[in-house]
Structures are given as C-alpha cells and as structure tokens.
C-alpha cells in the first residue's frame, strides 16, 4: 500500500510540472529540464525540482523560475551576475519573472545563480545553489 501511495504522489508531482514543448531554435528559447535534488531526508514525500533554464517572453511556457516539490519554503533567492539579490521571497509559488523586483527592469539574457533554503516536513534544514539559464 505503501508503494502505491508513493507511485501516485511521484505522478502527481511529475505531472503538476509545466510540460515540455519543443521549440524553434531561431527564436533562442530553450526547453526547460527539471532536476530532482536528492536529499538525506527521512521524509519520504520530500522533494525537490529545479528547472535549468526559463524563457520570460510570454508565450505561456516556461515564462518563470520556481522550485517545484514537496517542502517547506524558507527562502528562494536570485542574484544578479555581480552577486546582488535581484529576487527574493519566503511564499511557496511564488517564482522570479526573469525581472528586477525593486526596478521591474528585465534581465539580460545568461545565467544567473540561485539559493533555495528548504525544510522537510521533520524540519531538517537543506540548502540548495546552483544556476539557471534565462533565455530572452
């Protein structure tokens, strides 16, 4: 029983991920891959997924950066390519819309790095960095 409880809610996280359209090349948009961050969690529902990449052009598919999963949010940062906090918020779903939050002037495009504090519902703390790729 509890395999299928574990298989259903795998599913359920899957597919509440946007799904992935393949792209024209000419425009410069990339697809998005969500990485799954492992963690030493005794929480078995914890999850974390993370998108590589996000294109803010307003065509509907992958217009913004967020973390997906099951965890508690503490804080999700953005900072800029002279390690400024661009964006910042502690509310679950909120996401960054590849924008300046104290100006709302857009980013250019390239890679910018990411801080994401989490817990599990045991309240044992992790931290993720790493980068994602915006693509105007």
């Known amino acids: 029983m509890k395999k299928i ?15 992935e359209e393949q ?9 998005a891959h969500w990485y799954k961050l492992n963690a030493r969690s005794a929480d078995t529902l914890f999850s974390v997924y993370i998108p590589n990449s996000f294109s803010p052009n307003g065509d509907g598919v992958n217009d913004s950066f ?4 099951n965890y508690l949010l ?3 940062r ?3 390519k002279t390690n ?4 910042e918020t502690k509310n679950i779903g909120e996401a960054w819309d590849g924008r300046i ?29 790493g980068s994602v790729m915006l693509f105007n």
């Open 66 to 69: 967020e973390p997906k999963g």
């Open 23 to 31: 792209h024209n090349p000419d425009l410069n948009i990339t697809n």
């Open 74 to 76: 503490n804080t999700f």
């Open 101 to 129: 939050s104290a100006s709302k002037e857009t980013v250019q495009t390239g890679t910018y790095t990411y801080q994401l504090k989490v817990n599990d519902s045991y309240g044992e703390a992790y931290e993720y960095i």
């Open 5 to 19: 409880f574990l298989l259903i809610t795998y599913v359920l996280i899957l597919s509440s991920c946007k799904k």
């Open 78 to 80: 953005v900072y800029s």
């Open 84 to 87: 400024q906090i661009i964006f």
